[in-house]
């Protein structure tokens, strides 16, 4: 087929149809993912300005109208009067009116637009490029939207509240400024709409919306449900239009099975989303709808899928029983969908490409356990593996809920996934993060189910919730635990910005005991979560008034009920996530002041300040003393021990700032993305021996690269002890091993032993990176020779030569087993 466009719409209705069986050409099919997947992996992504053009459209024409409605508007717009096309993909709708396309979104953040234009960017596909009709957009966009951004707002607040000026802090990296950055959501609920359609969810708004109470106390639900009716009517509108430019190709196709093949796209696009999905082939087209319509309203990570395998498995069981698909055809069709989950992209300024390294967070969950406890895993899940060791794609990414009623047979396809070097899947212990729901959602005024819980998901990185009914409205800014220790040693003074951005706990040359040092680190903790939680807070009253979600709360359980959008935590189960990165990098360096300063007494503290000002330049022996210090990793029980206090401390004084914006209590997420890497680019030397610049430790319970000394199983039980993985809201553990050590059945064995032995010792998460070190240094050194290396760097895998350098350093360093 030829790439065709269309730029009209077209709202015909004929959802009475029969379908004809499936019209796909399979001849060519293969073929077609292949060249998707090539053009992919060697264009330049593109930013379409069309998203900036409705914008402008938009506020002007609506000025005055409520924000939600503003909002539905613009997502009206978008869905409406964007170009559409079709590229052989049997799976049609693309983010944006180009392949491969990225969409701007700047009413979080202006600030980038100035100072990055001239910049060499890169988004999730590697470069990205900014045409100049985009960029005179931009420059327009950045006078109308200086000071009335997402940031603007929560800092003006900010400063009317609290008096002072919150930059200099982020500035400093004691924290990442998550507001400044569309925000991801959640799991939402797919089935609904596969099985009842939008139709029947817009009757039901249409219905709340007529017998809402027209009082002032209503005002805010009754803006939403006439927002909410404009947004899925957008979306209806939006699968027509692709009806109607499949057809009008079919009119001009030469070929009868290229012909066949359009023809069925038109009818699936004129019946989903708006009604149920009766098969297989409607119900991938109306999940993927549902899919790209959330990223459309608001592209970010963690617009996850959930568990895939198991909503969509009555539709692929019935059609394999009635002998509508082959095996091998579901198989195709889910590369074609690979390929679409690749395909989308964001760039929210510099900063934000350095610490997410174009995760999109298309988390796809397989396993767990059913509402009764049994194992969930389906044939279905199988072949979601198989996709992924074929295609090797960085997204959708795949998580494994790990329980001991597994299957081996399962297991192995697991197996094989992990040898094929993308990453994947990544596992969490299923009974931890069970565990974890039921604690974290048991202090909400109805509670909630073990049914509930054991609907669990991953969504982004390594977070969970619950699946359909719950969604991380905000991810509170993130805080960098080794700042503390830094600002500790330098009297909360930030060495690089030269900035009094800590509390004075005294000159560290005074400290006589090792309890003064760790009761001055604690005060910085606690002075480091009261900015990062003002801030936060604010920021989820500046999301609320400028960037409420329309569409998205409408495919979350309990927005619709209540009448309250996403943000305002309208959703069942609505959640907080704070992202707290590098406490190994900070319990690291408290052992080896501990160790060299008051134990040993090999150092000064005098001394050691010296070393780390110079950034050990001259001071060499310092550093090896520094590196060679007692070190998180090992299963040394009193090493482990100040660790797991330290978490222990985190966590008390993180919660003793007391509720989160919502009223309740929020456990901390412990994990990296690759905060790791941009926090360490705003640092100066650490105790650990690491220097200025360089990326911190990633993840959260994994050894700092280098220092894991005692074997694999020292490893995973350090890593697995480390912190309390119920009463953390996640954490993050990374392995690289040799693939040499997972060949042949004996590998298998191990792996699958590696994962249980982690989970039986109460381990939450572990991922496996399985690529030489060898391997990752030639490439680092001709990238030309390995466009398609994936790697695992945090709870998302990346193309590793399209990663920053300072990421692909860390992780070559990560200590790599060989037996």
């Known amino acids: 087929m030829t790439n065709t466009s269309c730029e009209n719409t077209c709202c015909c209705d004929n959802a ?35 998203r900036l053009q409705c914008m402008e459209e938009v506020y002007d024409e609506f000025a005055g109208e409520p924000v939600f409605y503003i909002r539905a508007k613009l997502f009206e717009r978008v869905l409406t009067k964007k170009k559409i096309f079709l590229d052989g993909n049997p799976l049609v709708g693309t983010l944006t009116g180009v392949r491969a396309g990225v969409y701007a979104y700047p009413e979080w953040n202006v600030a980038w637009i100035k100072e990055e234009m001239q910049m060499a960017k890169m988004a999730s596909l590697g470069e990205m490029k900014i045409p100049q009709e985009t960029q005179d957009l931009l420059e327009k966009t950045y006078k109308r939207w200086k000071g009335c951004t997402c940031i603007d707002l929560n800092d003006k607040m900010f400063k009317d509240k609290y008096g002072f000026n919150p930059k200099p802090f982020a500035k400093a990296g004691m924290y990442y400024e998550n507001v400044s950055v569309a925000s991801g959501s959640g799991i939402a609920d797919y089935p609904l709409v596969l099985n009842k359609g939008l139709r029947w ?38 699968s027509h239009r692709y009806a109607e430019l499949a057809e009008k190709t079919a009119a001009e196709e030469t070929d009868p099975k290229a012909k066949a093949e359009l023809l069925e796209i038109a009818e699936i696009c004129r019946r989903v989303p708006e009604f149920p999905a009766r098969n297989f082939r409607e119900a991938i087209q109306s999940f993927w709808f549902i899919h790209l319509a959330i990223e459309v309203e608001q ?3 963690a617009t996850s899928p959930g568990r895939y395998g198991q909503y969509m498995y009555p539709f692929y069981k019935k059609d394999i029983e009635e002998g509508n698909l082959t095996r091998e055809q579901v198989l195709t069709l889910l590369k074609f969908q690979w390929i679409k989950h690749l395909e989308l992209g964001e760039y929210q300024g510099a900063s934000y490409a350095m610490t997410l390294s174009g995760h999109t967070g ?32 960085i ?36 009974n931890v993060v069970i565990q974890r729901t039921l604690a974290r959602f048991a202090q909400y005024e109805d509670g909630i189910t073990l049914e509930d819980a054991r609907n669990c998901g991953n969504y982004g990185c390594v977070s969970t919730g619950v699946c359909g009914k719950g969604s991380f409205i905000t991810q509170e800014d993130q805080p960098c ?73 409408a495919m979350y359980d309990g927005c619709i009920e209540k009448g309250i959008c996403e943000e305002a935590g309208g959703t069942r189960y609505p959640q907080v996530n704070p992202i707290m990165t590098a406490g190994i990098d900070a319990a690291n360096s408290l052992l080896a002041i501990k160790h060299l300063v008051f134990d040993t007494k ?43 206090q330290f978490y222990r401390d985190v966590d008390a004084i993180h919660h003793a700032q007391g509720p989160d914006c919502f009223g309740y209590r929020t456990p901390l997420d412990a994990y990296s993305l690759s905060y790791h890497n941009y926090f360490g680019s705003l640092m100066g030397a650490l105790p650990t021996g690491r220097k200025a610049g360089t990326a911190l430790t990633d993840g959260s319970v994994s050894a700092m690269p280098g ?83 994936v790697v695992r760097v945090a709870g998302f895998s990346a193309y590793f030569t399209r990663l920053d350098k300072g990421v692909q350093n860390e992780i070559i360093k990560r200590t790599e087993y060989k037996n």
């Not at 990062?532 to 008034?545: F, N, P, T």
């Not at 392995?735 to 191990?750: C, I």
Request: glycine fraction near 6%; include cysteine; hydrophobic fraction near 35%.
């Open 16 to 50: 009475a149809a029969t379908p004809k069986g499936y019209g796909i050409n399979w001849d060519t099919a293969e073929a077609r993912v292949k060249e998707l997947k090539d053009f992919l992996m060697s264009a330049p992504q593109i930013m379409d300005p069309e």
């Open 201 to 238: 969810l817009i009757d039901d708004v249409k219905e709340r919306f007529r017998n809402c109470p027209t009082t002032l106390a209503n005002k805010e639900k009754h803006d939403l449900y006439r927002a909410m009716i404009v947004a899925m009517e957008a979306v209806i509108t939006h």
């Open 299 to 301: 592209m970010a990570c």
């Open 362 to 393: 298309q988390t796809i969950t397989i396993g767990g356990v059913d509402a009764n406890g049994n194992d969930a895993s389906t044939e279905l899940e199988e072949l979601l593996l198989e996709t992924q060791t074929t295609m090797k794609n």
């Open 395 to 430: 997204q959708p990414t795949l998580t494994l809920l790990y329980h001991p009623k597994m299957k081996d047979s399962y297991l192995q396809k697991v197996v094989e996934c992990v040898r094929g070097g993308s990453g994947q899947p990544q596992i969490l212990n299923n």
């Open 481 to 553: 635990l080794a700042k503390v220790i830094e600002l500790m040693l330098n009297n909360g003074k930030c060495p690089v910005t030269k900035k009094q951005v800590g509390v004075e706990t005294g000159d560290p040359r005074e400290f006589k005991t090792f309890d003064e040092l760790y009761e001055a680190t604690k005060k910085q903790l606690d002075h480091l979560f009261s900015m990062s939680r003002k801030h936060s807070d604010l920021s989820q009253m500046a999301r609320v008034q400028v960037v409420p979600s329309i569409f998205r709360s």
């Open 602 to 644: 090999k150092l000064t503290m005098e001394q050691l300040l010296e070393a780390l000002k110079a950034n050990f330049e001259g001071y060499e022996d310092i550093r090896k003393m520094c590196f060679e210090a007692p070190k998180h990793g090992n299963d040394y029980p009193e090493v482990e021990g100040l660790v797991q």
């Open 707 to 789: 220092s894991d000394h005692e074997g694999i199983t020292a490893l995973i039980k350090s890593g697995a002890e480390a912190i309390d993985t119920v009463r953390y809201g996640a954490n993050h553990f990374n392995v690289k091993v040799n693939p040499q050590v997972l060949e042949g059945p004996a590998g298998a064995r191990t792996l699958i032993s590696l994962i249980k032995t982690y989970c039986d010792f109460g381990g939450s998460h572990i991922q496996f990176n399985c690529v030489s070190s060898e391997t990752l240094k030639d490439a680092q050194a001709n990238p030309q020779e390995y466009p398609d290396l």
